[in-house]
């Protein structure tokens, strides 16, 4: 089958072939805004065409236009995709040409106006500070509704020995009886230098009642609460300029191939209203190819999401924080598939019981409840999650102490790898991608130091240009509930989370 766009998506695919990487300021003629949005729907239906999961999808002419801080203009387009999904697109050079996109679920700007009408409020902007992390504001500039975490302000002293490429791995590995309870256990983080040999940096030892623990090497590092609106927007391009410059570096290349590769674009339409669309270059583009999956692929993802400020189960200022729900997730991922027959969680069917408690098995649920309410919380106050505002905060460092959680429950074994400065690394990259090759989930760490989040990412896809060059997209598990269970993000990150059968 066909993947087909609008009419008017035909005749901009024919008459557009090179996107200049500059902003286009709002008061720019009218013409120069008219071919921005050109481009970016051209974008969008080459996009369209060589995604995964689309067949049979239609590209509608409807645009919302996006900002960020720091970027004259519209920084992105969200352009729907029939019957379902949407793109997101972007108008330069600042972030990945296509930054987000899904085949199912609501759009960014579908939550922002739901979350605002919720509240009795209006939207007359909307922002992406981030990945996966949206602002909407009113007509007087006012914050009204948001998705994702706000950005935090993060300030790092290092100590002399910290180096931005160390690379942190924690492993927890259970020592059990013959019946396979629990018993005791062995924690050990260690920092891998690129061409050294690891060295322990620190030790923690259960020994069935509690952890010892000797202190570990970590450098100074404050996290703020993120700034009021208006001063947020106003400091955001100088604020983070060392996070978005990594940003736009990692988005660079493929960047350089898009243009490469849009010498001469061809469309033609026949009877039918189906393009025929094909790229005269040296460089052409292959369709995006799913790399792998992992058990049950997204039927297995569970809708769970943070618990708000101030309800039955979490009587804190802030919500219970993406670390919890991310492991929450996968916690709740392999003891939902410990129930399948031939799965390779079959004897771990105890990492979920009755209410989230201690007690009877029972299969962990699809949908969030209070059973699940009850995990997450224990998993916040075993993580240590701190309050910034309304959002819950985890430091990367303590990602570790879910295995709190499994001891008395599972055997199951935790590994994290993390870069200290939340900095995204190749190495942890690929990590991720061997882990999900295994046919398992990962937990990862998203955004670019601004407005951290952690994601489940559970499948992968890449596609090859004719230099030699991949581009990889991450299927992630946002963790905002049923309908952000699919969501495809460029693939990078600074945190790898795995639990091992």
Partial sequence: MKRHVSILAVVLLSCLSLLCACGVAENAPADAQHTLRSAALKRAATHLRSSPGWADATLSDQLTPIYRPDVAGVAYYEVLVNPR?????????????????????ASPTAQLLAKADRAGKSVARFYKLDALSYAAEDDRGELVAHVGPLPKQIDVQASPDARRDDIYRTVWKPALDGSKRVVGGELVTRV????????????????????????????????????????????????????????????????????????????TANADGLVSSKRMGLHPVTAWQFGHDTEGGATAQLGYDQIPPWTANNQNSC???????????????ADHRAAQTGSMWSSHWGIYRAWGGYGADVVAPQIQDQGVNNMTMELRARLGTFCLLDQGATAQINMYKAVYYLVGRDFAGIRTNYNLFYV???????????????????????????SLHYALAYGYSYRYWSDGSTEIAFRVNWGDGATATEVWIPASTWFVGELVP
Avoid at 229 to 248: D, F, I, T, V
């Fill in 319 to 333: 919500s219970s924080g993406c670390g919890a729900t991310a492991w929450a997730m996968l916690l709740g991922y």
């Fill in 85 to 105: 999904g949407y793109i997101v697109v972007s108008t330069a050079a600042h972030d990945h040409p296509i930054a987000q996109w899904s085949t199912s679920g």
């Fill in 424 to 450: 995204a690394d190749g190495g942890l990259l690929q990590d991720a991608i061997n882990i999900i090759n295994t046919w398992r989930p990962v937990i990862i760490g998203i955004g670019s130091g601004t």
């Fill in 192 to 267: 891998e230098r690129r061409g050294e040999q690891p060295r322990v940096v620190g030790l923690e030892r259960f020994d069935g009642a509690r952890f010892d623990t000797v202190k570990r090497f970590t450098p100074q590092m404050k996290v703020a609460a993120p700034l009021p609106w208006r001063e947020l927007k106003a400091s955001y391009g100088e604020r983070y300029a060392p996070q978005l410059a990594a940003l736009a570096k990692r988005a660079a290349n493929a960047w350089k191939l898009e243009r490469r590769a849009d010498v001469a674009p061809l469309a």
